[in-house]
Structures are given as C-alpha cells and as structure tokens.
T-cell receptor, first 113, second 112 residues
Framework: EAGVTQSPRYAVLQEGQAVSFWCDPISGHDTLYWYQQPRDQGPQLLVYFRDEAVIDNSQLPSDRFSAVRPKGTNSTLKIQSAKQGDTATYLC???????????FGKGTRLTVV | QQKVQQSPESLIVPEGGMASLNCTSSDRNVDYFWWYRQHSGKSPKMLMSIFSNGEKEEGRFTVHLNKASLHTSLHIRDSQPSDSALYLCAASRNTNTGKLTFGDGTVLTVKP
C-alpha cells in the first residue's frame, strides 16, 4: 500500500516569493492534515480537511497561507509572499474515518532566505 | 503556550540500557496519547497509543498512562542504536482522535 506522497521534497525561496506544496493521501483516507514542523520542534497543525471540507483552519496564517482539497483526494498548500519565519518542514498526513492512526508523508523542507 | 510538555529534551543511554521518556498535557480535555518516532530526515511514525489508565507493552516498548495527572511515559528496554531518533508525544480528544497536539520531543541517542 502506498503511503502519503508529498512533493517537492525540498524548496528554497527568497522572501516574498510564493510556493505550493502537493499531497496525495493514502487511498481511502477521508481526513487530510497539514502540519508545520520548525527545526527542533514538534509538528503544529495548520489545517485539516474531511473529504473536501475544511474542518479547522484556525492555525493557518490566513493572510499568506491557503489550502484546498477540491475533490476530497489530493491537496495543495500555498504560501504567498514567504517570510524567513516560514522556514520549516511541511508535513501532510492522512487518516481513515476511524482515526485509529495518522500516517505522515516524508514532508517538504522549505528554506526561506 | 505549549499544551504538551516532554522531558527530557535529550537523553543518552548505552546500548542495552533502558530509556525513559515523559510527557504531560495541560489540556484537561484530552483522552488519547500517542507516541511517534521520527528518525532524522524521515516522517514521524506511530509507535504506540494509549487511552486507558495503566500500562501497555509491545515488544521492547512499554507505555504508561495516568489520566488523573494527564501524564504518560514511554520506556524502551534493551535500547539499540537504531532507536536513536526524535520521540514525539501527542494528545487528542475523543471527539477527534486524529487532531494531534504534539510536544517538541525528546532526542534519544543510544551509544554503542
């Protein structure tokens, strides 16, 4: 069974540039999460979806970050006008309706210089 | 305000030794605790979960939970160099068990 797939694996941007991250969850998983993991810290939830609906985006910096999951399968997280403070690994994760386990992708390591 | 606190920040144990990691939640509404292991440059992978008071053992790994104090601990016996990793504790509520709040982790190093 394929795991959670993310791309790209790495991204380096200058401040002010935009970037998009893509995630393909495990087949059949209806819930998809985006986490931000700064260096030497634990993951912090940004937003999560059940099917195509946003359930909680309260931790998403809404002025520059946006996330969509239009067909309830793949998802895209976009950062407009990146800042140095956005430097982190962005992890996508998914779970089935029972939520017995959350599975993580390998992440996208973002560096903003 | 960090709602999940882990200690120690880092731990060095000899190969074959016992590693003990601690985690406490300040959110009294949590019901589930999860332990994830993250090797350097890799994704977090779930090790164990616990929802009830008491102890749960799987191979070399034992988890304890005290729901009254919202404290959980992970114990690794006969530690191996391959156990060297970042250990993350997470908590969630029974209304949404998949919405995880993580601590900042404990870095475990097992010395051969």
């Amino acid at each position: 069974e394929a795991g959670v797939t993310q791309s790209p694996r790495y991204a380096v941007l200058q401040e002010g540039q935009a970037v998009s991250f893509w995630c393909d969850p495990i087949s059949g998983h209806d819930t998809l999460y985006w986490y931000q993991q700064p260096r030497d810290q634990g993951p912090q939830l940004l937003v999560y979806f059940r099917d195509e609906a946003v359930i909680d985006n309260s931790q998403l910096p809404s002025d520059r970050f946006s996330a969509v999951r239009p067909k309830g399968t793949n998802s895209t997280l976009k950062i407009q006008s990146a800042k140095q403070g956005d430097t982190a690994t962005y992890l996508c994760a998914s779970s089935d309706r029972a939520d017995t386990e959350v599975f993580f992708g390998k992440g996208t390591r973002l560096t903003v210089v | 305000q960090q709602k999940v606190q882990q200690s120690p920040e880092s731990l060095i144990v000899p190969e074959g030794g016992m590693a003990s990691l601690n985690c406490t939640s300040s959110d009294r509404n949590v019901d589930y605790f999860w332990w994830y292991r993250q090797h350097s440059g890799k994704s977090p992978k779930m090790l164990m979960s616990i929802f009830s008071n008491g102890e749960k053992e799987e191979g070399r790994f034992t988890v304890h939970l005290n729901k009254a104090s919202l404290h959980t601990s992970l114990h690794i016996r006969d530690s191996q160099p391959s156990d060297s990793a970042l250990y993350l504790c997470a908590a969630s509520r029974n209304t949404n068990t998949g919405k995880l709040t993580f601590g900042d982790g404990t870095v475990l190093t097992v010395k051969p």
